[in-house]
């Protein structure tokens, strides 16, 4: 069974730092995609940033690009995501995913984790 266990969200002041995990077990992930996304209240849910497993290549959205950053950790098969200069629009819940794809995006995830709540204060 495949499990995406997202850890580490919080409430932050604007300005600050969070990391979240992405903990990925039940299979092989070889040749997946793995991605976060965030849907804040009454929004749709929006791409954040995505790694191929193989580490060979990240996407990141526009909206967080220069302040968040996505990595991975091999051998504990582990997604993160650091934010920093956090702003109160960050606010969301975070999600991690999963897909058998080059690329990522949420109508083509194969896998969805719980979700993380990130609430940045002004």
């Known amino acids: 069974q495949v499990q995406l266990v997202e850890s580490g969200g919080g409430l932050v002041q604007a300005g600050g730092s969070l990391s979240l995990s992405c903990a990925a077990s039940g299979r092989t992930f070889s040749g997946y995609t793995m991605g976060w996304f965030r849907q804040a209240p009454g929004k749709e849910r929006e791409f954040v940033a995505a790694?191929?497993?193989?580490?060979?290549?990240?996407w990141t959205g526009d909206s967080v690009k220069a302040r968040f950053t996505i990595s991975k950790d091999h051998f504990k098969n582990t997604i993160y995501l650091r934010m920093n200069s956090l702003k109160p629009e960050d606010t969301a819940v975070y999600y991690c995913a999963a897909g058998n794809s080059y690329g990522i995006s949420v109508q083509g995830a194969d896998y969805w984790g719980q979700g993380t709540q990130v609430t940045v204060s002004s």
């Open positions: 790694i191929t497993w193989s580490g060979d290549r990240i």
